[in-house]
């Protein structure tokens, strides 16, 4: 149950996994280890003050340089439990149980938040509406999409004539269509 009030779990745990992804790469760690493990909630070096409460986290995404490369969902384990403790002493770290998200599959290979050099955290929170909803279409793989982040809006091109815009609640969208072009000339 959410620590502070809230019923269901609203947020969004992004990952800096710039310098792990290598190990996935290299088959050192399998995916899920490296995004869903060993996460310190505490700010500085406080072991009362946390970045983040555990039980309101939804969804992590994976970010590298950039860009989403693995979306999460947080689901619970055979004894109904979203995460786990690990380590010994007060500042022990989070280990979470999750699945590959379908329901957020549109967000793989989204901008994601990027980290500058010298930020303390790898991680950061979203809000759980302003991620990308849908699978991803038949037929067509990453590369073939086209997205673009406008403010806090993602703008996203799948195949040649399907947009999706992805905006916090309190944005407007207007869409004016263009007269067709003469091809002929």
């Known amino acids: 149950m959410p620590t502070d009030g809230h019923g269901e779990p609203d947020q ?3 990952v800096n996994v710039n310098r792990r992804w290598s190990e996935i790469e290299a088959g050192m760690s399998t995916e899920a280890d490296v995004v869903l493990g060993d996460w310190s909630p505490w700010v500085g070096r406080s072991t009362t003050i946390r ?3 555990p039980d309101r986290i939804a969804v992590i995404i994976a970010c590298r340089r ?3 490369k693995a979306v999460y969902e947080i689901v619970p384990d055979g004894r109904g439990q979203r995460y786990h403790w690990t380590g010994d002493g007060p500042r022990r ?3 979470f149980h999750g699945r590959p998200s379908a329901r957020y599959a549109a967000q793989l290979g989204a901008p994601a938040p990027t980290w500058t050099q010298g930020e303390g955290t790898p991680l950061k929170l979203l809000a759980l509406d302003d991620l990308l909803q849908g699978e991803q279409p038949e037929g067509q793989d990453e590369s073939e999409q ?3 982040v406008v403010g806090q809006a993602v703008i996203t ?3 040649t004539q399907n947009l999706t815009v992805s905006i916090p609640p309190h944005y407007s969208v207007t869409i004016t269509p263009r007269a067709a ?3 002929s000339s």
């Open 12 to 14: 969004v745990l992004a």
């Open 51 to 53: 970045h983040f409460d």
């Open 66 to 68: 950039g860009e989403t």
């Open 93 to 95: 770290r989070l280990v």
């Open 146 to 148: 086209r997205q673009a």
């Open 157 to 159: 091109l799948s195949g």
């Open 181 to 183: 072009q003469d091809r």
